[in-house]
């Protein structure tokens, strides 16, 4: 069992940053591979960002390839999620999942097996 816990959210001006943070506690951290999802109202869930179990590999969606950094601290058992030139599009709650592999990062929600509960982003424009 992993737990999950989100924080760093909150309201910006467009342009602006935030940094999530995501701290997991329960089995061993280094054994997941770890994702941002997030989901605006009326939308499906959708895949922002993901990392490998080493950190060896990420992957960011297209729309926010350049301005949002996935990273992770295996000693502090937290992966980050850095967030500039923020757009009101980005207004979501944001969501960190964990999937017990050591092979690749998933892109599809339903390959993760822990969530966390959520942190709200709102950017205003």
């Known amino acids: 069992q992993v737990q999950l816990v989100e924080s760093g959210g909150g309201l910006v001006q467009a342009g602006g940053s935030l940094r999530l943070s995501c701290a997991a506690s329960?089995?061993?951290?280094?054994?997941?591979?770890m994702a941002w999802f997030r989901q605006a109202p009326g939308k499906e869930r959708e895949f922002v960002a993901g990392?490998?179990?080493?950190?060896?590999?990420?992957y960011h969606a297209d729309s926010v390839k350049g301005r949002f950094t996935i990273s992770r601290d295996n000693a502090k058992n937290t992966v980050y999620l850095q967030m500039n030139s923020l757009k009101p599009e980005d207004t979501a709650v944001y969501y960190c999942?964990?999937?017990?592999?050591?092979?690749?990062?998933?892109?599809?929600?339903?390959?993760?097996?822990?969530w966390g509960q959520g942190t709200q982003v709102t950017v205003s424009s």
């Open positions: 990392i490998s179990w080493s950190g060896g590999n990420s």
């Open positions: 329960g089995r061993t951290f280094s054994s997941y591979a």
């Open positions: 999942a964990a999937e017990n592999t050591r092979y690749g990062v998933s892109w599809y929600r339903d390959t993760y097996e822990y």
